[in-house]
T-cell receptor
Framework: EAGVAQSPRYKIIEKRQSVAFWCNPI?????LYWYQQILGQGPKLLIQ????????DSQLPKDRFSAERLKGVDSTLKIQPAKLEDSAVYLC??????????????FGPGTRLTVT | DAKTTQPPSMDCAEGRAANLPCNHS???????VYWYRQIHSQGPQYIIH???NNETNEMASLIITEDRKSSTLILPHATLRDTAVYYC???????????FGTGTRLLVSP
């Protein structure tokens, strides 16, 4: 089965510019996540969708970050305007179950963002 | 914050068993122990999870102590491809959120 797809794989922008990342989850997976991974740290959840509704966005910096999941499939994460501290790998993951004991998450390869 | 404590790094010889410890002394009764790993430049990969019984799958074995305050992930015959950062995560069964710590960096050498 096809895995989680993300694009682009790499992006370099200047501070104050905007950027968008795209994620296509595994077919049939209702739950989608965006994580931010700063170098040397573990991934940190930014936002979680169940179908096209937001379940958890408590750690999303809403003044500059936004995300949507139209039609409950693909998702985009946007940063506007970017800051130097946004340099990180942005990981998308999906899972089949919600509020069940199992339901491991499947991660995409990530997008490495460098803000200069 | 992560609810687990792991050593920052470990070494293992190729072909030998790798035993990765994890301390989760504040785990509650309905929380599972999950293990993920992240190979360089890739997204994390699910390995195994358990509640209180020992678990085994094609990738690894998970040994959870009787008091559930610690666990060990065992890779029975480590290969060079097992070099990665291994994350131990405690998660409530009712929620999908994963809270990652900094993990253990396992280096498998020839």
């Amino acid at each position: 089965e096809a895995g989680v797809a993300q694009s682009p794989r790499y992006k370099i922008i200047e501070k104050r510019q905007s950027v968008a990342f795209w994620c296509n989850p595994i077919s049939g997976h209702a739950t989608l996540y965006w994580y931010q991974q700063i170098l040397g740290q573990g991934p940190k959840l930014l936002i979680q969708f169940q179908n096209n509704g937001v379940v958890d966005d408590s750690q999303l910096p809403k003044d500059r970050f936004s995300a949507e999941r139209l039609k409950g499939v693909d998702s985009t994460l946007k940063i506007q305007p970017a800051k130097l501290e946004d340099s990180a790998v942005y990981l998308c993951a999906s899972s089949f179950y919600y509020r069940q004991g199992a339901g491991e998450q499947y991660f995409g390869p990530g997008t490495r963002l460098t803000v200069t | 914050d992560a609810k687990t404590t792991q050593p920052p790094s470990m070494d293992c010889a190729e072909g030998r068993a790798a035993n990765l410890p994890c301390n989760h002394s504040t785990i509650s009764g309905n929380e599972y122990v999950y293990w993920y790993r992240q190979i360089h430049s890739q997204g994390p990969q699910y390995i195994i999870h358990g509640l209180k019984n020992n678990e085994t799958n094609e990738m690894a074995s998970l040994i959870i102590t009787e008091d559930r305050k610690s666990s060990t992930l065992i890779l029975p015959h480590a290969t060079l491809r097992d070099t990665a950062v291994y994350y131990c995560i405690v998660r409530d069964e009712g929620f999908q959120k994963l809270v990652f710590g900094t993990g253990t960096r396992l280096l498998v050498s020839p």
